[in-house]
T-cell receptor
Framework: GAVVSQHPSWVICKSGTSVKIECRSL??????MFWYRQFPKQSLMLMAT?????????EQGVEKDKFLINHASLTLSTLTVTSAHPEDSSFYIC???????????FGPGTRLTVL | AQSVAQPEDQVNVAEGNPLTVKCTYS??????LFWYVQYPNRGLQFLLK??????LVKGSYGFEAEFNKSQTSFHLKKPSALVSDSALYFC???????????FGQGTELSVKP
């Protein structure tokens, strides 16, 4: 149980284009989803928290107009990197927690490379 | 301020030997503590958690951790390491941040045959 999927697992795009990453909870209802960014050999940096049906709460320093988050259902959240630039290249990981909210289950991550 | 620290960037262990990955925390109130493991280019896999109850918590793949309130520690242990345990391990603190987790910087575990 508690499986979270992400799609795509990797994506390469040109500078200036937008990329959408999907995060799905496969066997539970995710009342809260989290989006993280991770640089090589480093810890996870929380970007934003989203609750189903509500606007996402962004961490300080994260541009909400650049990283659009939608959590339209209890099993799906999306992160759209708008007008991507090479500095946005990173490993993006989502996590989801259910109604008990005490444990986050993580997706496998998405490797974004912006050329 | 709430924080979690993993004092070792890397831990090296011979296969079959016991392993310990250290974690200490600072929190006001009762901590929720977690261990996750990350294999290269993968997301994090949940190993175990302490919320309340028995201080010794058993988790996946033979791992366990002991919550020590007086030492504010939550070290991850395994009696006999496997080469396949080689990965990046993260300790995380939750409970008071609306479901958010504060992660340690990670410890690279290397188990050699």
């Amino acid at each position: 149980g508690a499986v979270v999927s992400q799609h795509p697992s990797w994506v390469i795009c040109k500078s200036g284009t937008s990329v959408k990453i999907e995060c799905r909870s496969l066997d539970f209802q995710a009342t809260t989803m989290f989006w993280y960014r991770q640089f090589p050999k480093q810890s996870l940096m929380l970007m934003a928290t989203s609750n189903e049906g509500s606007k996402a709460t962004y961490e300080q320093g994260v541009e909400k107009d650049k990283f659009l988050i939608n959590h339209a259902s209890l099993t799906l959240s999306t992160l759209t990197v708008t007008s991507a630039h090479p500095e946005d290249s990173s490993f993006y990981i989502c996590s989801a927690s259910g109604r008990s909210a005490d444990t986050q289950y993580f997706g496998p991550g998405t490797r974004l490379t912006v050329l | 301020a709430q924080s979690v620290a993993q004092p070792e960037d890397q831990v090296n262990v011979a296969e079959g030997n016991p392993l310990t990955v250290k974690c200490t925390y600072s929190v006001s109130g009762n901590p929720y503590l977690f261990w996750y493991v990350q294999y290269p280019n993968r997301g994090l896999q949940f190993l175990l958690k302490y919320i309340t109850g028995d201080n010794l918590v058993k988790g996946s793949y033979g791992f366990e951790a002991e919550f020590n309130k007086s030492q504010t520690s939550f070290h991850l242990k395994k009696p006999s390491a496997l080469v396949s345990d080689s990965a990046l391990y993260f300790c995380a603190l939750g409970g008071n941040q609306g479901g958010k987790l504060i992660f340690g910087q990670g410890t690279e575990l290397s188990v050699k045959p």
